[in-house]
């Protein structure tokens, strides 16, 4: 304790150690707002997720990534459908993040280890071809208004989701 018998508390604790690499990768539309991907990578830093598939002319902001952007693989691609089509064939569950007649509650949902979670774009959501090639559509129920929650939110709880039934990589 210090001197004013006020208890320290330990800032930053030391990072966990997991077990075994995550086998989730985030694959992200060409986002309208640049902000959107930089808040997703920080994510995935923090979540120890290795690889961010970034569609169209994705820019990260280093100061909203954080370190992130130095521990985080993230790959350019032009557009979102042949990169499912290659997660598809090196064994990904692909996994839309996406509110349709087809999806299912996040909270009954059991992710596979190795799990491609699709993202949609932040207005547009998901294509039809991006829909049709999906294993599984989640959704995050929404009690009120507006209808959807915003696209990093969705994410960070679709991550969480996930960590919860991996909790060691």
């Known amino acids: 304790m210090k001197s004013d018998q006020t208890p320290e508390h330990l800032?930053?604790?030391?990072?966990t150690q997991l077990e075994r690499p995550r086998?989730?990768?985030l694959a992200c539309p060409a986002f309208k707002s640049n902000?959107?991907?930089s808040r997703i990578v920080r994510l995935a830093g923090c979540a120890a997720v290795e690889k961010v598939i970034a569609c169209g002319s994705a820019r990260i902001d280093p100061t909203i990534a954080r370190d992130g952007g130095e521990h985080v693989l993230i790959e350019r691609r032009r557009t979102m459908l042949p990169v499912l089509r290659n997660l598809k064939a090196d064994g990904y569950r692909l996994v839309g993040l996406e509110q349709t007649d087809r999806s299912q509650s996040i909270y009954r949902y059991s992710f596979q280890r190795r799990t491609a979670l699709v993202i949609g774009h932040e207005r547009h959501g998901m294509t039809d071809e991006e829909l049709?090639?999906?294993d599984d559509l989640i959704e995050i129920p929404v009690y009120g208004l507006p209808f959807s929650y915003n696209v990093v939110t969705a994410t960070t709880m679709a991550v969480y989701e996930y960590l919860k039934q991996f909790p060691n990589g």
């Open 11 to 15: 800032r930053h604790k030391p990072l």
């Open 132 to 134: 049709v090639i999906m």
């Open 35 to 37: 902000v959107n991907l």
């Open 23 to 25: 086998e989730l990768v």
